[in-house]
């Protein structure tokens, strides 16, 4: 009852997925992610090897079903799951893993009409990177987006070149603005990670900053895993860098929501890292006591998401 934050039904003091899905669908949504069988342009050669130092071989996809399944069959299996959590929940196919615009239109087209299909969808998710979208695939997802709901999700991480070459990101943030622009007038959802090595609390506020000028309808703001045979996970483990304490990320996010538009989606305030493979940082395992220190944080100092966007000085 106590709550100032206006986009809220709970005690969450900045503008969560959840309570936009059930205003805007009037009921409870569910996301079951999809692995399209695609690649990186950072993979394969076209703009480098490796992938991006943090991502694991599943390219992020790592609780997708696999592309031993067809979309179909992959929704079939956690539609099943997910109904006997949310018996009457409807469902957004998310297409996670890899870069899910790096192929041909009609390959593409073939699976998100598929995705489509599926019993009780309202809307599709699609991760990809700004240099994966073909004048013709945009063309596309504008027709995808008058006859459903549509999200492109633009993975950023960092508006610092020098920490996307750090992370053999394969381009830089110019490019990204360029991806950004070609899809103005469509739903986009920013991925921004705290904790990339080299970065301090000033760079990933800067990072928000940034985002909050851009200003998107959704924005994903993950922690920074090291996942086990990734790159990033051999710099750590040579001590290259340091990864976060509960601590600091806690004040990081609530420091960069102070920051963000007041109606900016946050489709997450932290991530999950699979148990089996994750090295650091631990207590990430335990995602709702983050996200519990997220709440306490805003309301020990009075805050809310937005508080400040408008302020043209943000003493820290």
Same mark, same amino acid.
């Given at each position: 009852m106590n709550n100032p934050f206006p986009h809220s039904d709970s005690n969450k003091r900045y503008y969560t997925f959840d309570y936009y899905l059930r205003k805007t669908f009037g009921g409870k949504i569910a996301k079951i992610t999809l692995d399209g069988g695609f690649t990186c342009p950072n993979r394969d050669?076209?703009?480098g090897v490796g992938g991006c130092?943090?991502?694991?071989?599943?390219?992020?996809?790592?609780?997708?079903?696999?592309?031993?399944?067809?979309?179909a069959e992959q929704f079939a299996a956690q539609r099943e799951m997910m109904r006997k959590k949310w018996e009457n929940a409807r469902f957004l196919a998310y297409f996670q893993a890899y870069t899910n615009t790096y192929a041909p239109l009609p390959r593409l087209r073939r699976?998100?009409?598929?995705?489509?299909?599926?019993?009780?969808?309202?809307g599709l998710n699609i991760a990809t990177r700004a240099d994966c979208l073909e004048d013709d695939v945009v063309k596309y997802l504008r027709e995808l987006?008058?006859?459903?709901?549509?999200? @492109?999700?633009? +993975?950023?991480?960092s508006v610092h070149?020098?920490?996307?070459?750090? /992370?053999? $990101?394969?381009h830089d943030y110019a490019e990204f603005l360029r991806g950004y622009e070609k899809l103005r007038g469509l739903d986009v959802c920013i991925h921004i990670i705290n904790g990339l090595p080299g970065e301090d609390h000033d760079m990933m506020l800067e990072t928000a900053a940034e985002v909050a000028r851009l200003h998107p309808k959704f924005l994903k703001i993950h922690l920074l895993h090291v996942i086990k045979d990734t790159a990033l996970?051999?710099?750590?483990?040579?001590?290259?860098?340091?990864?976060?304490t509960r601590e600091e990320y806690v004040k990081t996010v609530c420091d960069q929501l102070e920051i963000l538009p007041p109606d900016t989606v946050l489709g997450r305030v932290t991530g999950d890292g699979a148990a089996d493979s994750l090295i650091a940082p631990l207590w990430s395992k335990?995602?709702?006591?983050?996200?519990?220190?997220?709440?306490?944080?805003? @309301?020990?100092? +009075?805050?809310?998401?937005?508080?400040?966007?408008?302020?043209?000085? /943000?003493? $820290?």
């Amino acid at each position: 009852m106590n709550n100032p934050f206006p986009h809220s039904d709970s005690n969450k003091r900045y503008y969560t997925f959840d309570y936009y899905l059930r205003k805007t669908f009037g009921g409870k949504i569910a996301k079951i992610t999809l692995d399209g069988g695609f690649t990186c342009p950072n993979r394969d050669g076209t703009r480098g090897v490796g992938g991006c130092s943090f991502c694991s071989g599943r390219g992020s996809g790592d609780f997708c079903a696999g592309t031993s399944l067809s979309i179909a069959e992959q929704f079939a299996a956690q539609r099943e799951m997910m109904r006997k959590k949310w018996e009457n929940a409807r469902f957004l196919a998310y297409f996670q893993a890899y870069t899910n615009t790096y192929a041909p239109l009609p390959r593409l087209r073939r699976l998100y009409e598929e995705a489509l299909r599926q019993p009780e969808v309202v809307g599709l998710n699609i991760a990809t990177r700004a240099d994966c979208l073909e004048d013709d695939v945009v063309k596309y997802l504008r027709e995808l987006s008058a006859r459903t709901a549509l999200t @492109v999700e633009l +993975g950023l991480q960092s508006v610092h070149d020098a920490t996307a070459q750090r /992370i053999n $990101r394969g381009h830089d943030y110019a490019e990204f603005l360029r991806g950004y622009e070609k899809l103005r007038g469509l739903d986009v959802c920013i991925h921004i990670i705290n904790g990339l090595p080299g970065e301090d609390h000033d760079m990933m506020l800067e990072t928000a900053a940034e985002v909050a000028r851009l200003h998107p309808k959704f924005l994903k703001i993950h922690l920074l895993h090291v996942i086990k045979d990734t790159a990033l996970a051999r710099q750590y483990e040579a001590g290259e860098f340091d990864a976060m304490t509960r601590e600091e990320y806690v004040k990081t996010v609530c420091d960069q929501l102070e920051i963000l538009p007041p109606d900016t989606v946050l489709g997450r305030v932290t991530g999950d890292g699979a148990a089996d493979s994750l090295i650091a940082p631990l207590w990430s395992k335990k995602k709702l006591v983050v996200m519990n220190e997220i709440d306490k944080e805003l @309301v020990k100092r +009075g805050s809310y998401q937005g508080i400040c966007y408008n302020c043209t000085k /943000i003493d $820290r």
